[in-house]
């Protein structure tokens, strides 16, 4: 292979690349990234970084690689997890626009267009070529924007080295990024991809032709249907991180979670840990059951009501309200009272079911997202949210965490991709042998899985078999996640089957701190600790030495994700 293209430039995509060069590939190597930022370091988003971003300076730069193979370090923290207990909500995600566009530039095989760009976005052929060739990247040069156009914003050239909060979430350091010696495309979406698997057509008109594909475009986060509003926010990546810190660094604000899985916890916890007034709203009768259980998902409902916050169990979301940003509006009413006619927002009748079985939400009749005001046009402002029991929740701030919807709409054809994925065989390889799929995109074995592990290690197996020409390889991995909620840490390794008895190994749910064992038929099949991380890894070694299961495995939902369990990208 003389040309090899990474799509997706975050973590899997990352390890993607890694492997490459340690699989002896020395042919060009093109990563392209939908985001501005080089690879970062998710799992902090939902908590350090919200709550204390000086928090982040005495943990040290995430760049280490060696840190990212220490069971215990920071990066290990799978918290984009099992949100499946969220996606039978049946949100479904908007798409994003694209970011902006080029003149249609096509490169020769082998080759990427004219005016592809080195990490940070010089261009080739541009006055900054010589510092933009391979293994020198320039972190300065903003990406060339296309004719009639004003450039993209400098941050457009990295992850805004002048803020502390972006380099200490770099996953990679500049060292590594020059030995990669790739060209880096980002802020650019790839939108589709030649039948023949050829050629990676990007969303500002250029294509990139090339040998081989690792598919690593991670997922979404799930939107709330009808109008964007402001103050509605999601967290799933570093510019969502950054515009909920700002709006909570205003003030004591009232907050409403949507959905009470693992970042939707964590949120909830950085929340209350700045002083805002929060409440968590769950669908089902207590968060977490699909992934923990009901004994266990009772004690994480223990400590939203520990950490101060309230949760709301068994209900789910009829509508937003919202009012011009800035107007006049008055108070819409409440905690308890019902909507009234007429109201803003998306709406869908009590009880109405969404398509993944929960409690939906459709676009109604509304007057749009935005109001006018002297010439320009204002996002309209959540003011509520409004409950399927008819209860009415003060909302300056809403955080939707109703799971991830795989980035796979570029590739939708039927063949290569669908909505809930890229299809793999076990060996991480789709139908065209030289298109390889790795991370919360990727379907391996008719799984998707969005563990941490999955971005970490599939690319390992996913790259020697595109190397190979074929499957010489599969892949297995021991699910896990690891989360932090209200000053404790939960780790979760294995698979839990329905009907599996749950034993305190060690210390005691009354005391917070605790060992508990999955067991089926005589047979360790997870563990969950809380605060007890080194009898935790105990269990976790041994569930991945003592062999295949030989019990049934519960089939992960549309979205069996985790920061170890279900994602991180």
Not at 183 to 198: E, H, I, N, S
Not at 207 to 215: E, H, I, N, S
Not at 224 to 231: E, K, T
Not at 468 to 487: H, I, K
């Given at each position: 292979?003389?040309?090899?293209?990474?799509?997706?430039?975050?973590?899997?995509?990352?390890?993607?690349?890694?492997?490459?060069r340690a699989q002896g590939y020395d042919g060009?190597?093109?990563?392209?990234?939908?985001?501005?930022?080089?690879?970062?370091?998710?799992?902090?988003?939902?908590?350090?970084?919200?709550?204390?971003?000086?928090?982040?300076?005495?943990?040290?730069?995430?760049?280490?690689?060696?840190?990212?193979?220490?069971?215990?370090?920071?990066?290990?923290?799978?918290?984009?997890?099992?949100?499946?207990?969220?996606?039978?909500?049946?949100?479904?995600?908007?798409?994003?626009?694209?970011?902006?566009?080029?003149?249609?530039?096509?490169?020769?095989?082998?080759?990427?267009?004219?005016?592809?760009?080195?990490?940070?976005?010089?261009?080739?052929?541009?006055?900054?070529?010589?510092?933009?060739?391979?293994?020198?990247?320039?972190?300065?040069?903003?990406?060339?924007?296309?004719?009639?156009?004003?450039?993209?914003?400098?941050?457009?050239?990295?992850?805004?080295?002048?803020?502390?909060?972006?380099?200490?979430?770099?996953?990679?350091?500049?060292?590594?990024?020059?030995?990669?010696?790739?060209?880096?495309?980002?802020?650019?979406?790839?939108?589709?991809?030649?039948?023949?698997?050829?050629?990676?057509?990007?969303?500002?008109?250029?294509?990139?032709?090339?040998?081989?594909?690792?598919?690593?475009?991670?997922?979404s986060a799930r939107r709330l249907p009808g109008?964007?509003?402001?103050?509605?926010?999601?967290?799933?990546?570093?510019?969502?991180?950054?515009?909920?810190?700002?709006?909570?660094?205003?003030?004591?604000?009232?907050?409403?979670?949507?959905?009470?899985?693992?970042?939707?916890?964590?949120?909830?916890?950085?929340?209350?840990?700045?002083?805002?007034?929060?409440?968590?709203?769950?669908?089902?009768?207590?968060?977490?059951?699909?992934?923990?259980?009901?004994?266990?998902?009772?004690?994480?409902?223990?400590?939203?009501?520990?950490?101060?916050?309230?949760?709301?169990?068994?209900?789910?979301?009829?509508?937003?309200?919202?009012?011009?940003?800035?107007?006049?509006?008055?108070?819409?009413?409440?905690?308890?009272?019902?909507?009234?006619?007429?109201?803003?927002?998306?709406?869908?009748?009590?009880?109405?079911?969404?398509?993944?079985?929960?409690?939906?939400?459709?676009?109604?009749?509304?007057?749009?997202?935005?109001?006018?005001?002297?010439?320009?046009?204002?996002?309209?402002?959540?003011?509520?949210?409004?409950?399927?029991?008819?209860?009415?929740?003060?909302?300056?701030?809403?955080?939707?965490?109703?799971?991830?919807?795989?980035?796979?709409?570029?590739?939708?054809?039927?063949?290569?991709?669908?909505?809930?994925?890229?299809?793999?065989?076990?060996?991480?390889?789709?139908?065209?042998?030289?298109?390889?799929?790795?991370?919360?995109?990727?379907?391996?074995?008719?799984?998707?899985?969005?563990?941490?592990?999955?971005?970490?290690?599939?690319?390992?197996?996913?790259?020697?078999?595109?190397?190979?020409?074929?499957?010489?390889?599969?892949?297995?991995?021991?699910?896990?996640?690891?989360?932090?909620?209200?000053?404790?840490?939960?780790?979760?390794?294995?698979?839990?089957?329905?009907?599996?008895?749950?034993?305190?190994?060690?210390?005691?749910?009354?005391?917070?701190?605790?060992?508990?064992?999955?067991?089926?038929?005589?047979?360790?099949?997870?563990?969950?600790?809380?605060?007890?991380?080194?009898?935790?890894?105990?269990?976790?070694?041994?569930?991945?030495?003592?062999?295949?299961?030989?019990?049934?495995?519960?089939?992960?939902?549309?979205?069996?994700?985790?920061?170890?369990?279900?994602?991180v990208p």
């Amino acid at each position: 292979m003389r040309t090899v293209a990474v799509v997706g430039a975050s973590l899997a995509g990352l390890y993607a690349a890694r492997e490459l060069r340690a699989q002896g590939y020395d042919g060009r190597l093109v990563i392209i990234g939908a985001e501005p930022h080089p690879p970062y370091d998710r799992p902090p988003l939902s908590k350090d970084f919200l709550a204390n971003e000086g928090s982040l300076a005495h943990k040290g730069s995430l760049a280490d690689n060696n840190s990212l193979a220490y069971e215990g370090s920071l990066a290990n923290r799978d918290c984009f997890a099992h949100e499946e207990s969220l996606a039978h909500a049946g949100f479904l995600a908007d798409a994003g626009p694209p970011a902006y566009a080029h003149e249609a530039i096509t490169a020769p095989p082998g080759e990427a267009a004219p005016g592809g760009t080195n990490l940070g976005g010089a261009a080739r052929g541009s006055a900054c070529r010589d510092e933009a060739r391979p293994g020198k990247p320039n972190l300065g040069a903003p990406h060339p924007a296309a004719p009639g156009q004003n450039p993209p914003h400098p941050a457009a050239s990295g992850l805004d080295e002048a803020t502390t909060d972006g380099s200490l979430l770099t996953l990679a350091d500049p060292e590594e990024i020059a030995e990669l010696a790739a060209d880096w495309l980002l802020g650019v979406r790839a939108t589709r991809l030649d039948p023949r698997g050829r050629t990676v057509h990007l969303d500002d008109g250029r294509a990139v032709v090339t040998d081989g594909v690792v598919v690593a475009t991670g997922a979404s986060a799930r939107r709330l249907p009808g109008p964007r509003l402001a103050g509605v926010h999601t967290l799933r990546t570093l510019d969502d991180a950054r515009a909920l810190r700002a709006e909570l660094n205003r003030g004591p604000r009232s907050v409403v979670v949507i959905g009470g899985g693992f970042i939707g916890a964590e949120t909830a916890s950085s929340c209350a840990a700045l002083g805002h007034d929060v409440t968590v709203v769950e669908a089902a009768p207590l968060p977490l059951i699909p992934q923990l259980g009901p004994d266990m998902a009772a004690f994480c409902a223990g400590l939203h009501r520990r950490g101060g916050v309230r949760l709301l169990t068994g209900t789910g979301v009829t509508r937003l309200r919202h009012t011009a940003a800035g107007g006049s509006a008055g108070s819409h009413g409440t905690v308890g009272s019902r909507a009234t006619a007429g109201s803003h927002g998306a709406t869908v009748p009590p009880g109405a079911v969404g398509p993944r079985g929960g409690v939906g939400l459709r676009a109604a009749g509304s007057s749009g997202g935005a109001a006018r005001s002297g010439g320009r046009t204002r996002p309209e402002r959540v003011t509520a949210v409004e409950l399927t029991d008819g209860r009415l929740l003060r909302a300056d701030v809403v955080v939707v965490g109703i799971g991830a919807t795989p980035n796979s709409g570029w590739l939708a054809d039927g063949v290569l991709a669908d909505r809930d994925g890229v299809h793999c065989d076990a060996g991480c390889v789709t139908s065209l042998p030289q298109v390889v799929a790795v991370g919360d995109v990727a379907r391996v074995g008719g799984v998707r899985a969005e563990h941490w592990t999955s971005a970490t290690e599939q690319p390992r197996v996913a790259v020697r078999n595109l190397l190979a020409g074929r499957t010489v390889e599969t892949f297995s991995a021991l699910p896990y996640f690891w989360s932090d909620q209200y000053g404790s840490r939960i780790q979760f390794a294995g698979h839990r089957p329905a009907d599996a008895t749950v034993r305190i190994e060690e210390g005691s749910v009354d005391s917070g701190s605790f060992l508990a064992l999955y067991e089926q038929a005589g047979r360790l099949r997870a563990a969950l600790a809380v605060d007890r991380p080194r009898p935790f890894m105990k269990v976790r070694r041994q569930l991945r030495t003592q062999g295949p299961e030989t019990g049934p495995r519960p089939r992960p939902s549309g979205a069996e994700r985790a920061t170890g369990a279900t994602a991180v990208p």
